[in-house]
Nanobody, 123 residues
């Protein structure tokens, strides 16, 4: 059974940082493109960051460039999202996902999804 389990969310003041983790079981993450998405109340799902299966390509949505960093630890079968200089508009549920094709994942398609972790940034 494939599972992606996110952790690391919480409540933080503006300017703070959080490190989100996505631990996988039942699949080898290094064989997939992986990414982070978020959904704020009354907003649609937004692709935040993605990394290709070999790590050669990354994607960040404009609003998080230079603040968020996606990384992976293949030995731990885990994906990370380091979030720095957080803003109230970053408040959302954050989900990790995996897909065999990088550009499809980057555009919002996921074959496997986690259940999400909430990030709340107070002003």
């Amino acid at each position: 059974q494939v599972q992606l389990v996110e952790s690391g969310g919480g409540v933080v003041q503006a300017g703070g940082s959080l490190r989100l983790s996505c631990a996988a079981s039942g699949l080898t993450l290094s064989r997939y493109a992986r990414g982070w998405f978020r959904q704020a109340p009354v907003k649609g799902l937004e692709s935040v960051a993605a990394i290709s299966e070999n790590g050669a390509n990354t994607y960040y949505t404009d609003s998080v460039k230079c603040r968020f960093t996606i990384s992976r630890d293949d030995a731990k079968n885990t994906l990370y999202l380091q979030t720095n200089s957080l803003k109230p508009e970053d408040t959302a549920a954050y989900f990790c996902a995996a897909h065999p094709v990088f550009f499809l994942l980057r555009n919002g398609e996921g074959k496997y999804w986690g259940q999400g972790t909430q990030v709340t940034v107070s002003s």
